[in-house]
């Protein structure tokens, strides 16, 4: 039997897909659609957050990752696709310090992300951040279907509880391409904001921290 969880079972594939992620939404959904389970079509709104999973990235998802690599809308910012592939390929060896995940949307898959400290690798563009207690995030919508919907500020919202779980974990920074107006927006949304002195973005714990209290005390429904 199916553990559900606690919100109302929606199953969104009546919209294009990739062709592998159509085949991992068949392969979990069809048992349910043999039951004559609704397939509404996908919510136009954004509080998504309590139905976003991120799942650990295994081998199965490698091909999703690469179509979503080669994808129009992600390919000027993740311009080498076989270098991310070989990462991940290695993500239980060399790379075992990066978190890789899969976000979905119940049973669907639709994007990638992970986090990982940043004094374990030696990128410039960390240069001037503190390198204790500082983690870094990467993350892409794969599926065109899911662009501008409030699915990526869902995703990150995840991404950086993830990373805050992590006790030593004070800051998120990420280095954004100029050009990249949608990421530098969705960053801003998350809560980020640009660190003159870093030259990059930055999300604290206290931040996060203050702002949840905030939320608690003034909306009852704050997007979470």
């Known amino acids: 039997m199916l553990a559900l969880p606690n919100f109302s079972f929606i199953i969104d594939i009546s919209f294009p897909l990739s062709s592998e992620n159509r085949k991992i939404v068949s392969s979990c ?85 992970q986090y990982y400290p940043i004094e374990r690798t030696d990128e410039a563009v960390f240069i001037h951040c503190p390198r204790e207690g500082s983690y870094s995030i990467d993350y892409l919508i794969g599926e065109s279907a899911y662009l501008s919907r409030g699915f990526g500020s869902a995703m990150l919202s995840r991404l950086v509880d993830h990373v805050f779980a992590h006790r030593e974990a004070e800051r998120i920074v990420v280095s954004v391409d100029d050009g990249n107006g949608a990421s530098q927006r969705l960053l801003i949304r998350t809560g980020f904001m640009f660190h003159e002195a870093w030259g990059v973005f930055a999300l604290t714990r206290e931040a996060v921290s203050e702002s949840r209290a905030r939320c608690s005390t003034t909306a009852p429904r704050c997007g979470r």
């Not at 349910?32 to 389970?37: D, K, T």
């Not at 309590?50 to 199965?60: M, P, S």
């Not at 910012?77 to 290695?90: G, I, R």
């Not at 239980?92 to 899969?102: K, L, M, N, Y």
């Open 29 to 113: 959904a069809s048992p349910l659609i043999q039951r004559n389970c609704p397939v509404p079509t996908m919510p136009v709104y954004c509080g998504h957050m309590r139905e976003i999973i991120l799942k650990r990235v295994a081998d199965h998802h490698l091909p999703l990752i690469e179509t979503w690599l080669q994808a129009a809308h992600v390919r000027p910012w993740f311009s080498d696709p076989e270098a991310w592939l070989a990462e991940l390929a290695q993500r239980g060896d060399v790379f075992d310090f990066i978190t890789h995940f899969v976000a979905y949307h119940h049973y669907v898959p639709f994007g990638f992300c």
